[in-house]
């Protein structure tokens, strides 16, 4: 069964920094590549950085040199470091897939950007 779980979001002040976590089902994560993806309120689920198996990286325009995203293998785990947040970072995120068509989404991590 394929699972993902998604911590590590919080409350941060502008400028702040998290570090998201993602565990995902053996079955998919060896084979696909991974992204994380974030819905805020009213707005459609949009993809926010991806990563190949072999390790190739992919941004949205709004988080480029902010965020980096990364995997582990041996613990099929994928992460996304997030620095210099901004308000407009508050979103549900989530981890799933990429460039193939989505498996079942988690529950995702709230991510709140405020002063």
């Known amino acids: 069964q394929v699972q993902l779980v998604e911590s590590g979001g919080g409350l941060v002040q502008p400028g702040g920094s998290l570090r998201l976590s993602c565990e995902a089902s053996?079955?998919?994560?060896?084979?696909?590549?991974m992204g994380w993806y974030r819905q805020a309120p009213g707005k459609q689920r949009e993809l926010v950085a991806g990563?190949?198996?072999?390790?190739?990286?992919n941004y949205a325009d709004s988080v480029k040199g902010r965020f980096t995203i990364s995997r582990d293998n041996t613990k099929n785990m994928v992460n996304l470091q997030m620095n210099s947040l901004k308000p407009e970072d508050t979103a549900v995120y989530f981890c799933?897939?990429?460039?193939?068509?989505?498996?079942?989404w988690g529950q995702g991590t709230q991510v709140t950007v405020s002063s």
């Open positions: 799933n897939t990429w460039l193939n068509l989505p498996t079942s």
């Open positions: 053996r079955s998919i994560f060896s084979i696909y590549a």
């Open positions: 990563i190949t198996t072999s390790g190739r990286t």
